[in-house]
């Protein structure tokens, strides 16, 4: 089956920075990558997601880029705001089954 | 997009007792799952709920202790039986017509 590996575990970075994060998969069937930002006490939010045919795609202050070769995808978040402090997760899934696998997640900590 | 509510939100309960959790979507949706999240972990898909037919579950988990129902598009029900301190942890529930996920706020369950 699929497995998805994110890192980092933590990051912090200073308000008005960039965070990146990065995830890995393993299966090639896998096309459709979303990411979810998931704060405390609620669940996950999807904010932006790829699919397979697409190498980037923006949203705002955020972008996902894919690399289907290498099987990995990252989420750029630019002029970060302490608003954005939660944890990320990042998940992977195909066509025909659509469950998705996540990612062990990320924790941002944006310092005002 | 789909709005996804649960019910209840949180609950204790006592060892050997069961517990029906509700997962309502504000649409039809062709794919509907229930994910368990350890306090500080990832998503773990139980199985998906099949509108007409019996859920698939992944392994590790299986029907005698987590019985689904989804008696239509916009609804499904998730059961934890025999409950033990191991299945305190927050169930979610997510659905989408096509890529897209949505998740409900999940259910916060602890086993005493």
């Known amino acids: 089956g699929e497995n998805v590996e994110q890192h980092p575990s933590t990051l912090s970075v200073q308000e008005g920075d960039s965070a990146v994060i990065k995830c890995t998969y393993s299966?090639?069937?896998?096309?459709?990558f979303p990411w979810y930002k998931q704060e405390l006490g609620k669940g996950p939010q999807l904010i932006i997601d790829i699919r397979s045919n697409v190498g980037e795609k923006k949203d705002q202050r955020i972008a996902v880029t894919l690399n289907k070769t290498a099987k990995h995808f990252s989420l750029h978040i630019t002029e970060t705001q302490p608003e954005d402090s939660a944890v990320y997760f990042c998940?992977?899934?195909?066509?025909?089954?659509?469950?998705?696998?996540f990612g062990s997640g990320t924790r941002l900590q944006v310092q005002p | 997009s789909a709005v996804i509510s649960q019910k209840p939100s949180r609950d204790i309960c006592q060892r050997g007792t069961s517990l029906t959790i509700q997962c309502q979507v504000d649409?039809?949706?062709?794919?509907m799952f229930w994910y368990r999240q350890q306090p500080g972990q990832s998503l773990t898909l139980i199985a998906t709920?099949?509108?007409?037919?019996?859920?698939?579950?992944e392994s590790g988990f299986v029907i005698d202790k987590f019985p689904i129902s989804r008696p239509n598009l916009t609804f499904s029900t998730l059961t934890v039986s025999n409950m033990s301190p191991e299945d305190s942890s927050i169930y979610l529930c997510?659905?989408?017509?096509?890529?897209?996920?949505?998740f409900g706020p999940g259910t916060r369950l602890t086993v005493t």
């Open positions: 709920a099949n509108q007409g037919s019996e859920a698939t579950y």
């Open positions: 997510s659905g989408g017509e096509s890529y897209e996920q949505y």
């Open positions: 649409s039809q949706v062709t794919m």
């Open positions: 998940a992977a899934s195909d066509t025909g089954r659509r469950a998705l696998t």
């Open positions: 299966d090639s069937a896998s096309n459709y």
